[in-house]
């Protein structure tokens, strides 16, 4: 016989009680109607009208639960996330593009939709650009997979620090100012572009910075998924950047800046850096010019392409590459001394020559950080490659999504 609550929590609207079961489901894994009820506190006519609609629209699906056998007799049936349903989308945006992907719960990236921008243009609209992208690649699948997705990820190129914005805008305000001619900073940079999405999209938003979201990839899916502590490098467009994972977490740091590599310094009075300094990284990987250009390409190559790129093969570029590896495992190496991690992750190296580059970094870092300290640690190539940050992103929602069905 069924009994009456006694208080009814009074109705809470479909599609927030439809969250918040969906994040529930997610959360603690199939659950049957009456543990659900105690979860979520919704009344119980409410997740019974929202449970069938779930099931009807193939979001949700029953299945017997193991083990002990209700009070009749019968496993209890449980309700479970048909994961093929749930959709995740992310967007991510480096130096020079935009992409926007759906992710299934499952991490198969079902549809991915790439722009080149340029996200330092003062009327680059991150969020109008995103919003449509998403539509465009969720519209491959079904017209109606944008209204599944249980959560965005947003991956930007610089310091981010949840629930305030970038980092150090007024530094990156004179420097666009310096290299786009006195053009004003684009609205993603200066409003919290999190905020706006969520409106637009109806769903959270959880926003990080690119080598953070790549980290956590590599940590959940990738070369670095066995390891509590790792470092995850990043060689995109021309930049180097760097995630840490500490005690099987991301590490932001005071400011959401811990593994800026780009800026430690490596070269004393070396070349001027964006950042206003000198000798840092960045500068010297991306102002050292190479006198041998690579057949066929651009004439002005700097020292971070040889390093992501063939130059295998071609003896004119080793020296390059020899000097691109000593600047880049020179801080390595002080990083394994400062950290001593399992594993180091080198990510956005050529297909072809990622095993070789990695072991000559590997023998750059033992050399450099003493024997047990390099032993130690394992440098991999990626094998996620750039999909490694809509994987964090994925993974970034997920743990939003669970923290907030444990809250409400
Ligand atoms: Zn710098």
Partial sequence: MEHERAADPGPVPAPRATRIIRAALLAHGPQSRAQLLT????ARSTVA??????IDQGVVREISGPGAAS?????????????AADLVGCLVLSHRDLRAAIVALDGTILASVDASVDPLDSTFDLVGRGEVMLRTAS?????????????????????????VGL???????????????????????????????????????????????????????????????????????GLVGAGLI????LFRGALG???????VSVVENGPLCRCGRRGCLAAVLATTELSTPIDGEEPSLHLVDVFSRAAFGRPALLPALLDATRHIGKVLSDLCIWLNPETIVIQGLDAQVADRVVAMLETEIHAR???????????????????????????????HLAAQADAD
Wanted: glycine share 12%; no cysteine.
């Fill in 257 to 263: 800046m811990a593994g800026e590599i780009a800026h």
């Fill in 39 to 42: 979860r979520t506190g919704l």
């Fill in 246 to 249: 500490l005690n099987g977490k």
């Fill in 139 to 163: 519209a491959t699948l079904d017209e109606t997979a944008i209204e599944n997705l249980l959560g965005l990820a947003l991956a930007v190129p610089g310091p981010y620090r949840p629930g």
């Fill in 369 to 399: 950080a003493g024997h047990l300290v390099g032993q130690a640690t394992r440098v991999l190539a990626s094998r996620l490659g750039e999909d490694a940050r809509v994987l964090g992103g994925l993974a970034l929602v997920r743990q």
């Fill in 167 to 237: 980092v150090g805008v007024q530094e990156l305000a004179a420097q666009v100012r310096g290299a786009h001619g006195g053009r004003e900073l684009p609205p993603w940079m200066t409003q919290d572009p999190g905020t706006e999405l969520a409106r637009r999209l109806g769903v959270p938003v959880v926003v990080e910075n690119d080598a953070n979201m790549a980290a956590i990839g590599e940590h959940t899916a990738g070369a670095a998924s066995d390891a509590r502590s790792a470092v995850v490098v990043t060689v995109f467009d």
């Fill in 49 to 54: 009208r929202v449970a069938q609609s779930l």
């Fill in 71 to 83: 009070s009749r007799g019968r496993p209890p049936v449980l309700l479970a996330l048909n994961t």
